[in-house]
């Protein structure tokens, strides 16, 4: 039900417009992450490091994620650029344009992109001493401010609409922040931070869980439909 003040003439609703908008409803939906992947290479890698297309190993992530690229090898300037075009959870085009700058060894940062399913990756390497290395996309482990999101099912007006993430690990639940202050977990979009999305802010591990509470109050009114599905 969520972007229901996008339609009018609903029957029964007596509102400005014909329409009743998201906030009045007294509607919540929980989303849950189970046993997320942390493979490095999920998507897709490139076998030796030097400029072509990806091999696509997954086109479709294990759920809603920004992704993590990066570069490896043993000879001094290691580095490259990713390109990478697909979906976000709505099913709207995205694309995200990636450099790993010369490092011994390679690198690997995330991206801010949140990516549904792929399309197509491309990557190029930066020069001299990449020809022994790989190429990689899949997903980060990490915590900090750009690791490990997960888009949510539904689009969120403010971080206020998450009520409450709840992690277990290991079958330990733990209640993040005491299930309040959630807003550096959470975004909106906009910045550095994937939109409609939610943090798995200790790292991720194959044993980890997240149930996520949301009562969402984005309306859909003059935005277009809600998702591209």
């Known amino acids: 039900m969520s972007g229901l003040g996008e339609f009018g003439e609903l ?13 009045d409803i007294d509607q ?3 989303y849950f992450v189970f046993a997320p992947s942390v493979d ?7 076998t030796t ?13 294990d759920y809603p994620r920004n992704l993590a690229y990066s570069v490896t090898g043993v000879a001094a300037g290691m580095g490259g650029t990713f390109d990478l075009s697909g979906y976000d959870q709505f099913g709207s085009p995205v694309k995200e344009h990636v450099v790993i700058g010369s490092a011994n060894g390679g690198g690997t ?13 491309t990557f190029a390497s930066n020069g001299p001493g990449t020809t022994s ?22 689009k ?23 299930g309040t202050g959630l807003g550096t977990l959470v975004s909106t979009g906009g910045g550095t931070t994937p939109a409609h999305a939610f943090q798995g802010t200790s790292g991720v591990a194959a044993t980890d869980r997240y ?15 809600l998702t591209n599905l």
């Not at 149930?211 to 439909?225: E, M, Q, R």
């Open 109 to 121: 940062t995330q991206g801010t992109q949140m990516f549904g399913s792929i399309v197509v990756g």
């Open 156 to 178: 969120i007006q403010s971080t206020a609409d998450i009520r409450l993430i709840t992690w277990i690990s290991t079958n330990t639940p733990t209640t993040l922040n005491k």
């Open 40 to 46: 490095t290479a999920y998507i897709g890698t490139i």
């Open 49 to 61: 490091a030097t400029n072509g297309t990806f091999v696509t190993k997954n086109y479709v992530p």
């Open 11 to 23: 029957p029964g609703f007596v509102t400005a417009g014909g329409a009743v908008q998201q906030k």
């Open 133 to 154: 290395g790989t190429a990689a996309i899949g997903f980060g482990t990490g915590a900090g401010a750009t690791g490990n999101w997960f888009g949510l099912p539904v």
């Open 211 to 225: 149930l996520v509470t949301i009562k969402t109050t984005y309306d859909n009114i003059n935005k277009g439909i």
């Open 28 to 30: 919540y939906e929980q």
